[in-house]
């Protein structure tokens, strides 16, 4: 049985997802006075509460996962979804109709899935964080986000999730609640420095460089899996390929190419597999550096925004959108370098004003 109130037991208001006890409280007033207009933790509730309850109206939902305990290297992604707010918020996109935030999944930072940790770690920690240690709920934020997922397919039906993360592990709950029941019929599109193929990393099986592997698994193979962006893997394009059978097109051969001709033929391939809905995967270190230095493991020569964006919108155009994500905004990483973090936020609120477009449309 779904409902809201079995969502609202699975997540927070937005901006809560990361608990703070005195240092950062007033950021986190502050954020959250911006987008529900109230103060204090029973009103902003009340009206969080009475965002989750017009869910059914929702075009675009959206969810935050300040999580940061997936990625690689440097950290900071755990601030993204706040930030990303903002950003939002500035540019109106909150008073779209149509547009709902879901609020966050609460990320205690040292758990990452519910399937790593024994009974006595999940026993202490629905003691802690529920009051009883017996509570079915999860604890880890990607199990957390997948059963709110779950629930926002059923409440939200006609809505298109976008997922602010967060490092780039809270793709996978994100891609498989979509996939859930139509995965041979979803394309992914995914921008990326990286392969992220790797089966498991250090033992790890969903993390920042593991979970295009399983989506890959998940659809079914046959290239509906598209990487655009690669540039810092161990292997050519070619074993990814034949190995995976994904299609990639790296930074260089991407960025070679007219964009809406790549767009189209991008749109032909997928429909050629008999592709039916989109998920978009935007790890924010596809775009060059140049463009958006604020995350954790930046490489030079990537994607230029004006092409992301091209591929967003028009492969975007044609197919429905039943996700997406933008990942790996480190908004603390980056300050050395002038213009940034700033840069790489307003970039990625280019990117996120066009991936909540195409929920709007579809
Ligand atoms: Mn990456």
Do not use: K
């Not at 891609?175 to 498991?200: N, P, S």
């Not at 391939?269 to 493991?297: K, M």
Request: glycine residues 10%.
């Amino acid at each position: 049985m779904s409902d809201a109130n079995a969502l609202a037991r699975l997540l927070r208001p937005a901006g809560a997802g990361i608990h703070t006890v005195t240092t950062g409280t007033e950021a986190q007033a502050r954020l959250q006075h911006a987008i529900y207009g109230v103060e204090g933790a029973d009103a902003v509730r009340e009206a969080w509460l009475a965002a989750l309850a017009r869910l059914a109206s929702a075009e675009v939902v959206l969810l935050g996962v300040p999580s940061d305990v997936g990625a690689g290297f440097a950290r900071g992604a755990s601030f993204g979804p706040g930030r990303l707010r903002e950003a939002l918020i500035a540019r109106g996109a909150y008073a779209r109709e149509g547009v709902i935030d879901a609020g966050d999944v609460w990320v205690v930072p040292q758990l990452l899935d519910d399937a790593m940790l024994c009974d006595a770690q999940l026993a202490a920690s629905r003691r802690d964080m529920y009051g009883d240690p017996s509570d079915p709920r999860p604890v880890s934020p990607l199990t957390l986000a997948r059963a709110a997922l779950d629930h926002l397919r059923v409440l939200a039906p006609r809505a298109c999730p976008v997922v602010l993360g967060g490092d780039h592990s809270v793709a996978w709950p994100a891609v498989a609640a979509a996939a859930e029941g139509r995965a041979a019929r979803m394309g992914i599109l995914h921008f990326d420095a990286h392969t992220d193929l790797l089966e498991t990393r250090l033992g790890v099986r969903y993390c920042f460089a593991t979970w295009a592997f399983h989506a890959n698994e998940l659809v079914g193979r046959g290239q509906r899996l598209v990487q655009v962006g690669v540039r810092a893997s161990g292997r050519p394009r070619e074993h990814w390929e034949s190995t995976l059978d994904v299609r990639q097109y790296w930074a260089d051969e991407a960025s070679a190419r007219e964009p809406s001709e790549l767009a189209a033929e991008i749109v032909a391939h997928l429909r050629a597999r008999g592709v039916e809905g989109l998920y978009v995967s935007n790890d924010i270190d596809g775009t060059d550096p140049a463009f958006a230095a604020a995350t954790g493991t930046p490489e030079p020569g990537g994607l230029a925004p004006a092409l992301v964006r091209t591929l967003i919108r028009e492969v975007g155009a044609a197919f429905p959108c039943w996700g997406s994500d933008l990942c790996e905004v480190a908004p603390t990483l980056g300050g050395d370098i002038d213009g940034e973090p700033q840069r790489t936020l307003s970039t990625a609120a280019d990117y996120l004003e066009d991936q909540i477009a195409l929920g709007l449309r579809s």
